[in-house]
């Protein structure tokens, strides 16, 4: 059966006929415009019912369905006339595009012919876009100029994850955003902390109006100027705790913070950051032989909700007992929920030694 949404129980019996139109149309390849219209109960709907039905079968915007396979809106082009010129005239169907899981199935020439066919019919609406610049089968049209045409919807990008190999691959976005809600950056080795000048990128508030939350792995705050201060959600992975220091002392309106960093050998000193309208807060220990994390270099007043993992409280059980006591009392947050994950502890002693805490797991 085709995955779905939840959906009114009066829409089952469409959704089934649309599937069978589906087999029908794809696994049988039969012509089903000669099939009688009574035969095909869905035919008999609105388009407007119909459209809505095909929207359904979507992941929830801004999660982009599959370019290719039974699960792709391409699917739907494919059973009859009418059905065709539907989902060709819904612009929903084709407003988030994934070109990474594209990369890996084709060659980078049918990318480039794809691409931009799916988003032109995506109409008016924003776009959410997953782009590969580092896939190696990309090169070819990457010198055609695949980026530089899908640069050409950047007025209608709401939703970015960019893959690169290479910061200076971000001078084609570091035109105006007016759209851009949410950043992915995923670089395919880590920056040098001793970028030269030509490798920083500036992306500046005025070009990002609408951004609040950003999402960086193995780039470090330092080699790319974004406006931290608007930001209310960042997510920060595989760097050093002093790298990251440039965003957290700019990111005062924070109220989600995922952490995958470790303390450098020669950490900074200095006073405790103080985040005071974080609600969550999350952090586990990346390359722990580098150096952990140290819990006690934030403090969050309005913490709600804590999900960390166990090797950054310390050694011993009274130890790591203390070091959350500690974190606690010197934020003076009112903790709702607690995750510990990477768990040696049992969740009976930490339900003892925090019985205020309404919500404990222990993983």
């Known amino acids: ?66 370019l290719a396979g039974r699960y792709s809106p391409i699917v739907l082009t494919h059973i009859c006339h009418r059905l065709r010129e539907i989902a060709r005239a819904t612009p929903e169907l084709w407003r988030a595009i994934n070109l990474v899981s594209l990369l890996h199935q084709r060659a980078g020439k049918d990318a480039a012919l794809g691409g931009p066919i799916w988003l032109d019919s995506s109409g008016c609406l924003p776009i ?15 010198d055609g ?18 893959y690169q190999g290479d910061l200076r691959q971000l001078d084609a976005i570091s035109a105006p955003l007016p759209l851009i809600r949410t950043l992915t950056l995923v670089c395919a080795r880590r920056v040098p902390g001793s970028t030269v000048p030509t490798t920083t990128v500036a992306l500046h508030s005025c070009n990002l109006p609408q951004l609040h939350s950003v999402h960086l792995v193995f780039i470090e705050p330092m080699s790319i100027t974004l406006p931290w201060h608007q930001l209310t959600s960042l997510e920060l992975g595989g760097i050093s705790f002093d790298d990251a220091l440039v965003a957290f002392e700019q990111a005062e309106a ?35 032989q580098h150096g952990l994390f140290h819990l006690m270099t934030i ?25 959350l006591q500690e974190f606690i ?30 919500f404990i797991e222990v993983l």
């Open 1 to 66: 059966m085709l995955h779905v949404t939840p959906v009114q129980r009066t829409d089952v019996s469409v959704l089934y006929c649309t599937e069978q139109a589906l087999a029908g149309g794809v696994m049988r390849k039969r012509p089903q415009d000669d099939v009688p219209s009574h035969k095909r109960p869905l035919l008999s709907l609105p388009d407007e019912t119909i459209s809505e039905i095909f929207i359904r079968f979507l992941p929830l915007y801004p999660e982009p369905p599959p």
């Open 128 to 142: 959410s876009l997953k782009y590969d610049c580092h896939y190696e089968a990309m090169q070819d049209s990457l």
């Open 329 to 358: 009392t010197i934020s003076g947050c009112s903790l709702h929920e607690l995750r510990i994950v990477d768990a040696n502890m049992s969740e009976t002693t930490y339900r003892t030694a925090f019985p205020g805490i309404q």
């Open 145 to 162: 100029g695949l980026l530089a045409t899908l640069v050409q919807y950047r007025s209608r990008w709401e939703h970015l994850v960019l």
């Open 299 to 323: 403090s969050a007043p309005a913490l709600r909700t804590l999900h960390i993992s166990e090797h950054i409280l310390g050694g011993g059980t009274s130890e790591r007992i203390c070091s």
């Open 254 to 288: 924070l109220i989600t913070l995922k952490l995958d960093i470790y303390h450098s050998p020669f950490q900074s000193g200095g006073a405790t950051l103080v985040f005071s309208f974080l609600k969550t807060l999350q952090i586990v220990p990346y390359w722990a």
